[in-house]
């Protein structure tokens, strides 16, 4: 028995250094991104208790080629504003890995894009789609335009031209772009009007989030805010708890927020907080979703308006101050790195119970360990978030069939996706010895899928 707990404790210290000389390679050949480096960090330290288990990964150099994305695409995006000036934005599509299907994720239309975005997004969107159980690889894309205060005009001419080079990558088995920051329906309109043109074909497949007069998927606008309350509903069961009557603070007013709120509230919760990049809105007695629903979704207003129709509500500058409303439930869905160390120690001293991440790596590496040092349940990104994609592929099986299925059907494929995700990732932090690590559980669950598949498939 002490051999074998010696020979266990070689093997992790192996595995240790092989992970640290990976992230050190990674630190060494992008010294610039700096949000590549902390996605990368946070998923290999979890894999440690894996590569000691099955040392072939780290024969078959699975990390090293993990971390290197198959192809990285920059572009030039020109477009022509509305008063007849050129402008030029930079384009990116960074194709992850392939090894169980098609580069698959989102587009994200934010001054702040650039390559380290784009590759943790990239990096996370493997390990997430492989969670789904759904055949699709990982891949991210982006520019740095800003689509605040263009017109419909400029925002058509930007994305034509941001897909006639785009085109040129992508493809129904090849890379199936979709949403993100900035890049709702509309975007997702015009970019398949212009990949059309340019084919020459009706590829329905080749991009999700589509209306559904024209092949999207009912249920794929909601699928992530629901995917995302779906989840930690679940991880609440486990301590007996559930969202009826919590108490709940929203970050982020767009499609990942607004669906959000709105499953929460028909679990039964009282959403009280959600917000802007500007500020937040607060009101005790719950907010009236529909009215944010129409500042957000119908008119492209700013979160501060809900006050013109509900004076009795609070408005505050500052949106990183959310997290300072007391609740039972906190679930960061805006951006990256909004939920940090000081933020999380706020919201465990007004005794909040769980986080639920909705976004992509909300919470920063030190926010995670007060969480984890306080015992609040803590629904990971790339675990709680997967359900919008998941109804991606969903849609991707519905083009190919040439059929689509009710909002029923596909909300109930949806639920039972998120049960199995929560389940997997329980069972896999289970086994690998850190029972209750849904951070752990996750990043194992969705790696070993895609280790294997690249075992299988050689260099
Ligand atoms: P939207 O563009 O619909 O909404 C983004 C929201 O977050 C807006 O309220 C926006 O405020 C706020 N926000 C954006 N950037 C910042 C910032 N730098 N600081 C503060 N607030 C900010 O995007 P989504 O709802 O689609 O995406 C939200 C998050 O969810 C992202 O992390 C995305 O990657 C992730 N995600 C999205 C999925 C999807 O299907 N759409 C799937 C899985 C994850 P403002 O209007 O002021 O900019
Ligand atoms: O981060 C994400 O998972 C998304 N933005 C959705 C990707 C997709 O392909 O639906």
Redo the contacts with the bound molecule.
């Keep these: 028995m002490a051999i074998q707990e010696k020979i266990k404790t070689t093997e992790t210290q192996v595995a240790e250094k092989y992970v640290e000389k990976v992230l050190e390679k990674i630190k060494q050949r992008s010294p610039h991104e700096p949000e590549f480096h902390q996605a990368a960090e946070e998923a290999l330290h979890s894999l440690v208790p894996v590569l000691a288990k099955k040392t072939e990964y780290m024969e078959h150099g699975i990390l090293e080629r993990l971390v290197e994305p198959e192809r990285v695409i920059s572009f030039q995006v020109p477009w022509t504003d509305d008063h007849g000036k050129v402008q030029v934005n930079r384009g990116f599509r960074v194709q992850f890995n392939s090894a169980i299907g098609p580069y698959k994720g ?1 587009i ?1 239309f ?1 001054p ?1 894009v650039n390559s380290s975005i784009v590759k943790f ?1 990239g990096f996370e969107q493997i390990f ?1 789609n492989s969670l789904t159980g759904q055949p699709i690889g990982g891949g991210k894309g982006g520019s740095d335009f800003d689509p ?1 205060g263009k017109s419909d005009q400029e925002i058509m001419r930007f994305v034509q031209s941001f897909m006639t080079e785009l085109s040129k990558h992508i493809g129904p088995d090849i890379d199936v772009p ?7 329906p509309r975007e997702i309109g015009y970019m398949f009007g212009q990949y059309k043109k340019l084919r020459g074909a009706y590829e329905a497949g080749v991009l999700t ?1 589509k209306g559904p007069g024209y092949g999207g998927s009912l249920a ?1 606008t909601e ?3 629901y995917g995302t309350v779906y989840f930690v509903e679940e991880m609440l069961k486990t301590k007996a708890l559930s969202f009826a009557r919590k108490t709940v603070v929203v ?8 669906f959000a709120m709105e499953k929460a509230i028909q679990l039964g919760a009282k959403v009280v907080a ?5 500020g937040y809105i607060y009101d005790e007695n719950g907010l009236n979703l529909e009215t944010v629903k129409r500042l ?1 979704i119908d008119r492209n207003e ?2 501060k308006q809900y006050m013109d129709e509900h004076p009795n509500a609070y408005y505050f500058d500052n ?2 101050n959310i997290w300072s409303i007391p609740c039972d439930i906190a679930l960061p ?4 790195n ?1 939920l940090d160390a000081k933020a999380a120690a706020v919201l465990v001293s007004n005794g909040v119970a769980a986080v639920g991440e ?5 919470s920063t590496l030190d926010a995670i360990e007060v969480f984890r040092n306080n015992d609040v349940l803590f629904a990971p ?1 790339k675990a709680a ?5 998941a109804v ?1 592929a969903l849609e991707m099986a519905q083009n190919s069939a040439r059929l689509s299925w009710s909002f029923e059907e596909v909300d109930a494929r949806l639920y039972e996706i998120m049960v199995n995700i929560h389940e997997n990732s329980v069972k896999a932090a289970e086994d690998f010895g850190h029972p209750g690590n849904l951070v752990i559980g996750a990043n194992i669950a969705g790696f070993i899928r895609v280790a294997d598949a690249m075992v299988m498939q050689g260099v």
Excluded: F, W, Y
């Design positions: 989102g994200r934010h702040s997004l997430k605040k979709a949403g993100d920051i900035g890049v709702g989030g794929r699928a992530t805010g970050s982020g007013s767009g499609n990942v927020s607004i959600c917000s802007d990049s500007d957000k700013r979160i949106c990183h869905c805006a951006t990256q909004e909705g976004a992509n790596m909300p990104a978030n997967a359900g919008g994609v991606s």
